[in-house]
């Protein structure tokens, strides 16, 4: 048999006993051992760390939450889910779950109130002007595509970014929060506890886990369920080599240690179904500080490829998985802001002719890629990508130049989107859609809302909402 | 339990007992069947058609065999193990298995010696002027993008595509003669037979299957070994719509009625892993006949996206993965062949302005990309997209026009490429790498040799290749 499943027969007695077993403790975990234990379900939560926060703790701290929160409400912004739910559907990729989808959007304003409550403080202020996390303890924030083509004129836009109430980096702070309300539950918390295996009746039932602890093993009992909040497979080079190559291009890969797939790879011997699991979530900061959103972003053959003001997540996935992670942001003297851009330009030139030769472009590509920009933009237009009037200007000041956006330079895989197929209650699915008994996941061991095209804050957002519904379905709420 | 698995303790007893139980007679099958049985293994086929020889016997029939078979010596072309290798692995997608690919590369010309003594006759002829199947009864012609950049600087180019003889379509006589020696062969078929659970042993181990004959259910023991060759999933809608959702959009789907990914969903229950499941290939047939390679692609936003003369599965998934489905071939009046075209054009124009505002591309767009090309073309040059300088001239004689190659009207999914994790030897792989216990998979059911990027044959030759692999190795040999 797998050694990522046991059967029954073969544990003599159980170490540990509990309702709920929960493998993993960042968001997800936290979020599932709150509402599992809070229901009444003796919790057991393992994470294979020294103390919870998982991936969670070195994010940007960014929930994608929307449809009127008190947060928007007091910042002053009309939001509904409705629109957040079509601004989702046509922005998390190719085929989003929509039923997902619409329980998220209808359930976010609640989601806020529980975040809330937990403790995560918010500075009920907007700052506008970036995307993502803010440099000041402001609340509020756009974190996706939401006021670009196409999504503006699919839906209207409201910055659906929550960040909790920090200088720099929301994570840490959110996931102090979050871990200090499960030391205050009824769960139990096991550090240094590494799920090693599935223990798993011959019809299907998982009835626990083994565990290993210091190099000793242990079994664990889950008389209602065990919950896989295990996180994505990012740091895993084998399971990126398979499934998601193009990831494994990129020079930096954000993640914590546990990022290997350890979850997905239990519940996939169990029986499960994946999903999505060539997706990853890619981002391309080239457009930080927005002055240079007046730049153009080009290829390997010298053309434009989207609109440079949409959000860097879909930049990135576009460069990457469209143009084999080959990409360069020409300015010209006038966009050029050396003094807020940390990098250094990887050519200069004095005509785009020169430019182009020094980039190894293909002779005259850049120019006809240029000229034609420029001819739309004396009258502020993008017919061919739609950028927003207001980051349209001729690029006719020598000297030209370009940053480095390749995939040697610039883009990080941020996190896999891929993972097990599961219901809006969090059941684990096998491939004819029926649940696995007594298997839950949620967060980035489960396939999420964006299965493509990020928004930031979403991977947060999912694994809290899916989180809480696994651990209250798990508890036998 | 899932519906796909069985507990064994359910079964009351076996309707049919066999050493070895072949799940599919395509391809992969029947190499499968005969090896098996040829080894001495009992060996029971089940089909759930009324015959066999499923969506093989509805393919052109091309196998893609090399590195110097006796077809390739006959006809007079020089071929090796290494550069068919070298070809094959910057050309089958973004990570294609290596060590299969050694193999499948070094036994290539002894798999060309089998299907000929299995009874299929090849015309020791070559013919060059189409890429895949041609319009004569010649074996021998090229079925990739071996002459095309970037291949044709990789490795040597040499025609693989290996056809049976017959004029039109060579699948049908493939399978003809492949289940007339499965006939002659010790294996028993049986038809009509749809195989719906494997029973599964709680430590693991597959130890048969249910199948279902006119509504009746028969429990079905395999002595040594399950194999699946049930084929892809391109027919299962819900599948395609949570693996590959782009190949739902294409118009036509080429397969048999079988292909609904029943088997993967089978093995997956079982616990085993999958790989690829977002791949399909996709067609564009667009620059047949050849003198229409020398018009240009365009997409959306008026640009070239890549060679016009590469292999038409390659044009298919660039322009539906990369440019979401929309493409146009622009030609001039001397590239326009009508009498041998059968479609008519999209859009005509006088000029180049004129076409580009009937096919509602953004303006100047398509008279730039035109522009540079012909540029170029004056001087039999394609420094963009590198394209042959046999194809290259200049596009200046009006009236231009356009055919439509978009996925509502030209691209077709011929067939998904990922399925099933096995290893060379055909065993199914669980998450951890370890096969599960008498489970073989191969053919279209398991992720062959092409992960992306397509080449005529590959899909007919690993499908041969690792069935009669499979075969002998659940046979015990």
């Known amino acids: 048999m797998s050694k990522l499943t046991r059967d029954p027969k073969t544990i003599t007695r159980w170490d540990t006993e509990a309702d709920v077993v929960v493998v993993g403790l960042g968001i997800a975990g936290a979020a599932a051992a709150l509402e599992a234990s809070r229901a009444g379900a003796e919790t057991v939560v393992l994470e294979r760390a020294g103390g919870g926060g998982g991936t969670s ?9 929307g449809g009127g929160t008190a947060l928007q409400k007091a910042c002053g912004f009309e939001d509904s889910a409705e629109e957040m739910f079509k601004y989702l559907m046509a922005a998390c990729g190719p085929s989003p779950d929509e039923a997902k989808m619409r329980l998220y959007c209808d359930g976010s304003v609640e989601l806020y109130d529980w975040i809330v409550a937990q403790g995560v403080p918010f500075k009920e202020t907007h700052y506008l002007g970036c995307s993502g996390e803010p440099p000041t303890d402001d609340g509020l924030v756009f974190s996706g595509s939401e006021r670009h083509h196409p999504f503006c004129d699919i839906a209207v836009p409201a910055p659906r970014g929550h960040v909790p109430k920090i200088e720099h980096q929301g994570g840490p702070l959110l996931m102090q929060k979050l871990c200090e309300a499960v030391d205050a539950s009824p769960a139990e918390v096991h550090t240094n506890t590494r799920c090693t295996a599935l223990v798993q009746e011959a019809d299907g039932h998982v ?13 664990i009992r889950a008389r209602r369920g065990v919950i896989l909040t295990t996180g994505g497979f990012v740091l895993n080079d084998e399971m990126m080599r398979q499934h998601a190559p193009g990831g494994l ?18 519940g996939v011997a169990a029986g499960a179904a994946t999903l999505h699991m060539d997706a990853v979530s890619i981002s391309l900061p080239a457009t930080q500080p927005w002055g240079l959103k007046r730049g153009i972003l080009v290829n390997a053959q010298g053309q434009r490829f989207i609109n440079e003001d949409t959000y860097y997540g879909r930049l990135g996935e576009w460069a990457l998985f469209h143009h ?6 020409v300015v010209d003297d006038e966009v050029f802001e050396k003094p807020d851009y940390p990098r250094e330009l990887a050519a200069v030139g004095e005509t785009p002719a020169e430019l182009e030769a020094e980039l190894g472009l293909p002779p005259g590509s850049l120019e006809a890629t240029l000229a034609l920009y420029n001819r739309h933009a004396e009258k502020r237009e993008d017919p061919v990508f739609h950028k927003l009037p207001e980051y349209v200007k001729p690029l ?5 130049g370009a940053f480095d956006c390749t995939v040697e330079d610039s883009l990080y895989a941020a996190f896999t989107l891929g993972g097990l197929h599961t219901d809006p209650d969090g059941h684990v699915l096998d491939p004819a859609g029926d649940p696995i008994p007594g298997l839950f996941g949620a967060g980035r061991a489960t396939s999420g809302l964006s299965v ?3 928004s930031s804050g979403l991977s947060l957002g999912d694994g809290a909402f899916f989180g809480r519904r696994a651990g209250r379905c798990a508890a036998g709420r």
Do not use: N
């Not at 703790?57 to 939450?65: I, P």
């Not at 009835?207 to 079994?219: D, M, R, Y």
């Not at 291009?249 to 997905?264: F, Q, T, Y």
């Open 57 to 65: 703790s070195m994010s940007g701290g960014v929930l994608y939450l």
């Open 207 to 219: 009835i626990g886990v083994l565990a290993e602890h210091f190099g000793q093993e242990t079994a």
């Open 249 to 266: 291009k990129c020079s930096v890969r954000v993640a914590a240690e546990g990022d290997d797939g350890s979850g997905i790879r239990l």
């Open 324 to 329: 084999e992670g080959r990409a360069w942001l």
């Open 396 to 400: 006719t000041k020598p000297p030209f």
């Open 452 to 454: 493509g095209s990020y």
